[in-house]
């Protein structure tokens, strides 16, 4: 920058010593052919002035100042050029820093996040914690094997040939009525003597306990019911307040929650921010800030919740 000024400054001067020198050689040769009329100068002569010495003077003098000005050494003016334009150019970044952040004022708050998180470590009592979303289908529990208790021995009968049998699984006893011993049977009508011989025939075997009976299907437990919203949740208060009309109590709800939300949560105040703007009429940032609410249900991964559905909705029935 210095190098350019001194350059301007060195083309001034050749320019004055041009015009001094034109102007000095000029007016001194014609105030020299002139030179006769000087004395009719003051008092003027019989026929006036004589202009021509006049203006040759005058075209002299002011040659002679175009060249004294033009060799006359100035070392002070080039530091003073060269302080003038360092001024100037830190004038400038401070104006143009003053105003590029002056345009983002308006839109300097805690909803575009320009203002960090504090500083001060959160206690877990301070964090709000979001209501967890309850799954529709939550997983039954894997029921535990049912088993049914043994029943009563039956009354001793002739001792028969047992066949093996398998045990029954070991299982948890539960209570159950007591199972009545199967009926005996007929004794069979006497056969003929000769048919079939009595010495072939062999007792009919006789199970030791009766058949288990069939495990009792589990009763699966009832689905929990879907936990409503508590009265204390910061945007329940919010958006009971936006729909009854205290803008004001809404405001200082919003201001409030910001200091501590995160993720969806600060989506969903977002959102919020942007139907308590709709409903103070600034519709325009009502826009921007269901925008930015939607970009961060994205940036969460969160575009299928019912927050961001109504945001989606608020922006289509708004716009």
Do not use: C
């Amino acid at each position: 920058m210095g190098r350019a000024f001194w350059g301007g400054v060195m083309l001034v001067r050749i320019l004055q010593f041009i015009i001094g020198a034109a102007l000095g050689g000029g007016g001194g040769y014609f105030a020299w052919l002139n030179r006769g009329d000087l004395r009719a100068i003051f008092p003027p002569g019989p026929d006036g002035p004589p202009w021509i010495l006049v203006t040759s003077l005058l075209a002299l003098a002011a040659g002679i100042v175009f060249l004294v000005s033009a060799v006359h050494p100035r070392p002070n003016r080039r530091k003073a050029l060269e302080a003038r334009a360092q001024a100037r150019e830190t004038h400038l970044g401070e104006a143009e820093a003053y105003y590029s952040e002056a345009g983002r004022a308006a839109d300097r708050d805690w909803r575009s996040g320009d203002i960090p998180m504090p500083a001060a470590p959160q206690t877990s009592a301070s964090i709000v914690p979001a209501p967890a979303a309850p799954s529709p289908k939550a997983a039954a529990p894997e029921p535990a094997p049912v088993a049914v208790a043994s029943a009563p021995t039956p009354p001793p009968v002739p001792p028969p040939v047992v066949a093996p049998v398998a045990a029954p699984p070991k299982a948890v006893a539960i209570a159950t009525p007591p199972l009545q011993p199967p009926p005996q049977p007929a004794p069979a009508a006497a056969a003929p003597a000769n048919f079939p011989s009595a010495a072939t025939l062999s007792p009919i075997p006789v199970a030791a306990e009766p058949p288990p009976a069939p495990p009792a299907k589990p009763v699966a437990p009832p689905a929990p019911a879907t936990a409503p919203v508590a009265e204390s949740d910061p945007r329940a208060q919010i958006r009971a307040a936006i729909k009854a009309g205290r803008l004001d109590e809404a405001e200082r709800l919003l201001d409030a929650g910001r200091e501590t939300a995160q993720g969806l949560v600060l989506a969903d105040l977002t959102g919020l921010a942007g139907d308590h703007a709709a409903a103070s009429g600034r519709q325009s940032h009502a826009k921007w800030l269901w925008r930015l609410a939607i970009k961060r249900f994205g940036e969460a991964g969160a575009l299928d919740t019912p927050g961001a559905r109504a945001v989606a909705e608020s922006l289509r029935t708004g716009g």
